[in-house]
């Protein structure tokens, strides 16, 4: 009796263990095209973003991009507070210019502090000043416990997010500037005739990965956000706080690896399993959220001019019907540029095309869904006006975009 009593004990005690292991780490992981969590550990955590704070910079400067405020082409000066920034850095000279393209790739391949800085020094007056403007985009996306408090991440005891607050960070991106998002799956770039190679391992080791943004300082640990697509499906994944580098890219690829298997093996994600599936894989234990699945804080827009922005109720009943094509690739692209154009001013949550199946052929209704009907109805007028075809509908939709 006594044996067992001490066998029981060990055993507790190696579960405790293994919780408090995994306690040290955040994760989250998304089904990037419905924003579904289908993993997550800790992910409410407050932790220091490290590099990773980097995406607000590019999520900002990908805005001025689209709305022709800057271009690729631009020459943006670099000021001494800019050269100044300590490593990882390009190593641009005060006095010097660089093009957006060349600072953009310095900060995705290189992370670069000093081209952080100076994308932020373009936007503000100073980097102090664009943190603010930071911080404020944040929380117009949702992300309810960040503040930045500089444009690379480099340490402030202030500067704190949570995996949660990353994933829907990662989500915008992706989203709101797909065509700016293949610049993440780059390995390398080429800087006055100098080849710049750069930090994410997980583009040569995981099948189907293309990016996003690692991070690392003493106090935050290795950070990563990152996204891989297998099949039709595809994932984001957030891991936060480990102590060696290896040990998050093992993590990550972990949970993207058995997230898409998952994914693309099943017509629902089962939570509860997947994540005893993850945790298991790690001799780790502790469960995410009580293994229920949960939703995301929506992916809302920010507000990308000075006018009014009217926040719509997360998750509305109501929908936006505007248009019908024999052709799914382009019922949905025009479903991403209307919801473009209506996130200037309203938080979208997201788009859906329907199948339409008739002795005649397919059609394939394109829609913006989520909104409250008051939004709903506001916009539609809008668009009529402009002549462009809208009607207000219910919205019964999964929120997901149709696959062929």
Same mark, same amino acid.
């Given at each position: 009796?006594?044996?067992?009593?001490?066998?029981?004990?060990?055993?507790?005690?190696?579960?405790?263990?293994?919780?408090?292991?995994?306690?040290?780490?955040?994760?989250?992981?998304?089904?990037? @095209?419905?924003?579904?969590?289908?993993?997550?550990? $800790?992910?409410? @955590?407050?932790?220091?973003?490290?590099?990773?704070?980097?995406?607000? %910079?590019?999520?900002?400067?990908? $805005?001025?991009?689209?709305?022709?405020?800057?271009?690729?082409?631009?020459?943006?000066?670099?000021?001494?507070?800019?050269?100044?920034?300590?490593?990882?850095?390009?190593?641009?000279?005060?006095?010097?210019?660089?093009?957006?393209?060349?600072?953009?790739?310095?900060?995705?391949?290189?992370?670069?502090?000093?081209?952080?800085?100076?994308?932020?020094?373009?936007?503000?007056?100073? @980097?102090?000043?664009?943190?603010?403007?930071?911080?404020?985009?944040?929380?117009?996306? +949702?992300? #309810?416990?960040?503040?930045?408090?500089?444009?690379?991440?480099?340490?402030?005891?202030?500067?704190?997010?949570?995996?949660?607050?990353?994933?829907?960070?990662?989500?915008?991106?992706?989203?709101?500037?797909?065509?700016?998002? #293949?610049?993440?799956?780059?390995?390398?770039?080429?800087?006055? +005739?100098?080849?710049? %190679?750069?930090? $994410?391992?997980?583009?040569?080791?995981?099948?189907?990965?293309? +990016?996003?943004? %690692?991070?690392?300082?003493?106090?935050?640990?290795?950070?990563?956000?990152?996204?891989?697509?297998?099949?039709?499906?595809?994932?984001?994944?957030?891991?936060? +706080?480990?102590?060696?580098?290896?040990?998050?890219? !093992?993590?990550?690829?972990?949970?993207?690896?058995?997230?898409?298997?998952?994914?693309?093996?099943?017509?629902?994600?089962?939570?509860?399993?997947?994540?005893?599936?993850?945790?298991?894989?790690?001799?780790?234990?502790?469960?995410?959220?009580?293994?229920?699945?949960?939703?995301?804080?929506?992916?809302?827009?920010?507000?990308? %001019?000075?006018?009014?922005?009217?926040?719509?109720?997360?998750?509305?009943?109501?929908?936006?019907?505007?248009?019908?094509?024999?052709?799914?690739?382009?019922?949905?692209?025009?479903?991403?540029?209307?919801?473009?154009?209506?996130?200037?001013?309203?938080?979208?949550?997201?788009?859906?095309?329907?199948?339409?199946?008739?002795?005649?052929?397919?059609?394939?209704?394109? !829609?913006?869904?989520?909104?409250?009907?008051?939004?709903?109805?506001?916009?539609?007028?809008?668009?009529?006006?402009?002549?462009?075809?809208?009607?207000?509908?219910?919205?019964?939709?999964?929120?997901?975009?149709?696959?062929?």
């Amino acid at each position: 009796m006594f044996k067992k009593i001490i066998t029981v004990f060990c055993f507790v005690s190696l579960l405790f263990m293994s919780a408090k292991a995994l306690a040290a780490t955040s994760s989250i992981m998304l089904d990037a @095209e419905s924003g579904k969590v289908i993993y997550e550990s $800790n992910a409410d @955590e407050l932790r220091y973003p490290a590099s990773l704070t980097k995406l607000m %910079t590019l999520y900002i400067t990908f $805005n001025a991009l689209e709305n022709k405020k800057l271009k690729l082409t631009d020459k943006l000066k670099v000021s001494h507070v800019a050269a100044g920034r300590s490593p990882s850095k390009l190593g641009v000279a005060a006095g010097s210019t660089i093009s957006v393209q060349d600072a953009i790739d310095a900060v995705v391949v290189k992370s670069a502090n000093d081209c952080a800085t100076v994308l932020a020094e373009h936007f503000s007056p100073s @980097e102090a000043e664009f943190a603010k403007l930071m911080t404020t985009t944040a929380k117009k996306l +949702g992300m #309810k416990h960040t503040t930045f408090k500089n444009a690379s991440g480099l340490p402030n005891s202030q500067q704190k997010t949570t995996a949660r607050d990353m994933s829907i960070l990662a989500m915008a991106v992706y989203h709101h500037f797909p065509q700016y998002y #293949k610049w993440f799956s780059k390995k390398s770039f080429t800087y006055k +005739g100098q080849k710049i %190679t750069g930090h $994410n391992h997980l583009l040569d080791t995981f099948k189907g990965a293309d +990016g996003m943004k %690692t991070g690392y300082t003493a106090a935050s640990g290795f950070n990563i956000i990152t996204s891989a697509k297998r099949g039709n499906k595809r994932v984001i994944a957030v891991t936060m +706080g480990h102590k060696f580098l290896n040990d998050r890219d !093992k993590h990550a690829y972990k949970m993207m690896d058995l997230g898409l298997d998952h994914m693309n093996k099943n017509r629902t994600v089962d939570v509860a399993a997947l994540t005893g599936a993850i945790n298991g894989r790690n001799n780790q234990t502790v469960v995410a959220a009580n293994n229920a699945p949960k939703k995301s804080a929506p992916v809302k827009t920010a507000s990308k %001019t000075p006018a009014k922005h009217y926040a719509a109720v997360s998750n509305g009943k109501y929908a936006l019907q505007i248009g019908s094509f024999s052709d799914y690739n382009r019922a949905k692209n025009y479903a991403v540029k209307i919801k473009n154009n209506i996130a200037k001013t309203y938080a979208v949550h997201d788009i859906m095309v329907e199948k339409i199946s008739s002795p005649k052929g397919d059609l394939y209704r394109s !829609k913006v869904v989520g909104f409250a009907k008051n939004d709903a109805t506001r916009i539609c007028q809008n668009m009529k006006r402009n002549k462009q075809a809208c009607l207000v509908v219910a919205d019964n939709s999964k929120l997901k975009v149709a696959q062929r």
